[in-house]
Every structure is written in structure tokens, then in C-alpha cells.
């Protein structure tokens, strides 16, 4: 059974830094595209960060240059590295593992979730 | 980027309607196209994908359809369990979502 389960978060004061982790248990992290998608309180989905099979990783400009996204296949662990952290950064941030291992597709499962708070 | 929009933002409806929502995108994502249902305080939940293909396990009331910038969720009708919100999702060029339409009870 394919499960994700995220930990890390918290209340983080602006200007800091977090990290996120994802456990993955019932396939390897390393043979699909694995992302995190983030939900402010109230509002809809945002893709925050992929990384592909491959090793590649893409930002959309929301986070770009300030989150870092990457795995541990030993671990079989995914990460998300949240520096610089922004009030609007407060967010459910969720890791989701595409259905595919190539070209991006749908997310078939999807962690929990964790709140990150950014406040001071 | 392709911008998604979805209409309505709310849909109140009765068990048993039939109820359809639109997504129409800035720029056509092909067949890229997925549909998820949230229920509150829970993850996402992939209904469709690739336009018109039914996740496994998702009954067969959920349907999607569509081409070019504009494509249907539509249940053909409605359960109790069916009461969530929906979010259309392009994967043509990386991930953006619609901003959610609210199913609730009318």
C-alpha cells in the first residue's frame, strides 16, 4: 500500500527556516516525479516544487531561490527545505507522488499534510 | 503560465442532482487535464485524469469531458459523500490548479 507521511512543521518566525520531510512507504520515491503542493488557510492548491526521477527539480517564482526540494532514495525519504520563510508562506504543505516517472502527470496519492506558520 | 478557472465557486445542490463545473484554461493544456475532490481538514483526492479517465475506485457517477481551454466535471448523481470541494488541475506545462468549487447542500 502506497502511504506519505509528513513531518517537520510549525510555527517559524519570519526570516526562518524549515524543513519538511516525507516519508514514502509502498514504492520507491525515486521512480516517480514527487512534488509538494501547499494550501493557504482558506484558499485553494499551489505546486510549490518537483523533483523528477531524473533528479531534476523546477520552482514556480512563488519560492524559487528560497525553497529546495530533494530526497534520500536510502531513506526513501522526500524533503522540502523552506528558508526565508514569508507570512504567506503559512500554508497545509502536502507531498503528492505523480503518476508518472516521465512527462508530469496527476497526483495519485497524497500525504496528510503539515502546517508551517510563519508569525512572529 | 496557464491560468485555470473554474465556475462556479459554489454549486449548492440536492442528493441526486446532476451537477456539472467548468474549467477553462488560458491556453489549451491538451488532454492534461485532472479533477480532485477535497473534503474538509483531508488531502486532495484524484478523480480523473487525462481529461476523461477514471482513477481507480472512483465510482462511475464522476465523469469529465472537454477539449481545447474548456472542460466538465460533472456527477451524474449526487451523494451525500459528494459534498467537498473540486479542483480542476492542468499538467501541461508543470501544475496550477483552479481556484475550487464548493459543492454544498442545497
Known amino acids: 500500500e502506497v502511504q506519505l507521511v509528513e513531518s517537520g512543521g510549525g510555527l517559524i518566525q519570519p526570516g526562518g527556516s524549515l524543513r519538511l520531510s516525507c516519508a514514502a512507504s509502498g514504492f520507491t520515491v525515486s521512480s516517480n516525479s514527487m512534488t509538494w503542493v501547499r494550501q493557504a488557510p482558506g484558499k485553494g492548491l499551489e505546486w510549490v516544487s518537483v523533483?523528477?526521477?531524473?533528479?531534476?527539480?523546477y520552482y514556480p517564482d512563488s519560492v524559487k531561490g528560497r525553497f529546495i526540494i530533494s530526497r534520500d532514495n536510502s531513506k526513501n525519504t522526500l524533503y522540502l527545505q523552506m528558508n526565508n520563510l514569508r507570512a504567506e508562506d503559512t500554508a497545509v504543505y502536502y507531498c503528492?507522488?505523480?503518476?508518472?516517472?516521465?512527462?508530469?502527470?496527476?497526483?495519485?496519492?497524497w500525504g496528510q499534510g503539515i502546517l508551517v506558520t510563519v508569525s512572529s | 503560465d496557464i491560468q485555470m478557472t473554474q465556475s462556479p465557486s459554489t454549486v449548492s445542490a440536492s442528493v441526486g442532482d446532476r451537477v456539472t463545473i467548468t474549467c477553462r484554461a488560458s491556453?489549451?493544456?491538451?488532454?492534461?487535464l485532472a479533477w480532485y475532490q477535497q473534503k474538509p481538514g483531508k488531502a486532495p483526492k484524484l478523480l480523473i485524469y487525462k481529461v476523461s479517465s477514471l482513477e481507480s475506485g472512483v465510482p462511475s457517477r464522476f465523469s469529465g469531458s472537454g477539449s481545447g481551454t474548456e472542460f466538465t466535471l460533472t456527477i451524474s448523481s449526487l451523494q451525500p459523500d459528494d459534498f467537498a470541494a473540486y479542483y480542476c488541475?492542468?499538467?501541461?506545462?508543470?501544475?496550477?490548479f483552479g481556484q475550487g468549487t464548493k459543492v454544498e447542500i442545497k
Open positions: 503528492a507522488r505523480d503518476r508518472n516517472s516521465g512527462p508530469p502527470g496527476a497526483f495519485d496519492y
Open positions: 491556453q489549451s493544456p491538451s488532454t492534461w
Open positions: 488541475q492542468q499538467y501541461y506545462s508543470y501544475w496550477t
Open positions: 523533483i523528477y526521477s531524473g533528479g531534476s527539480t
